[in-house]
C-alpha cells in the first residue's frame, strides 16, 4: 500500500509512459501539486498496480507496447478505480478518437504544457462526485 498521508499529499497518481523522462517529469510535477506518485512503464505493470491501490487519477501514456497499450490501462483503472479518473496524454491523437469509449475521462496531446495539464488535473478532480466525461486539450 502506498502511503500519502504522512507527506501531505491529498490524492494517490498512477503514472504510465514507457519513456522514463517523461514519466519522472510527471511524476515531479504531480509531487510538487500534493500527489503521492507512482509510476510505470507499461500496461501490464500499470494494470498490476491498479489491482492493488485506489487511485485517484491515473495519467497514461497510449502507445506503449502497442499502439494503444493506453487504452488497457484506462480499462483496467475504469474496472478496478471506479471513482479515479483517467487522462490519456499522446502525441498520437489520431490513434486516440475512442479515447472516451475505453474509460477516459480526458485526452491531452504531447506535447502539453504544465499549466494546461494541472487545469484539467483540477477540473476532473473537482467534479469526482460527478461523471465529467469529454475534457479534451
Avoid at 31 to 57: P, Y
Wanted: proline content about 2%; glycine content about 4%; hydrophobic content about 40%.
Amino acid at each position: 500500500m502506498v502511503e500519502r498521508c504522512n507527506s501531505g499529499q491529498n490524492w494517490l497518481a498512477l503514472v504510465v509512459d514507457d519513456e522514463e523522462p517523461i514519466r519522472l517529469t510527471l511524476s515531479a510535477i504531480l509531487q510538487l501539486n500534493r500527489f503521492a506518485v507512482v509510476s510505470a512503464a507499461s500496461a501490464r505493470d500499470a494494470c498490476e498496480w491498479l489491482h492493488r491501490e485506489q487511485f485517484d487519477l491515473v495519467i497514461t501514456d497510449l502507445k506503449m507496447e502497442k499502439e494503444t497499450s493506453g487504452f488497457e490501462v484506462t480499462e483496467c483503472a475504469a474496472k478496478h478505480c471506479p471513482n479515479g479518473k483517467t487522462i490519456i496524454l499522446s502525441a498520437y491523437a489520431k490513434l486516440a478518437v475512442d479515447w472516451q469509449k475505453h474509460g477516459a475521462h480526458a485526452f491531452c496531446q504531447k506535447p502539453t504544457s504544465t499549466t494546461d495539464l494541472l487545469r484539467v488535473i483540477d477540473g476532473l478532480l473537482a467534479k469526482s462526485s460527478s461523471d465529467r466525461r469529454g475534457v479534451t486539450l
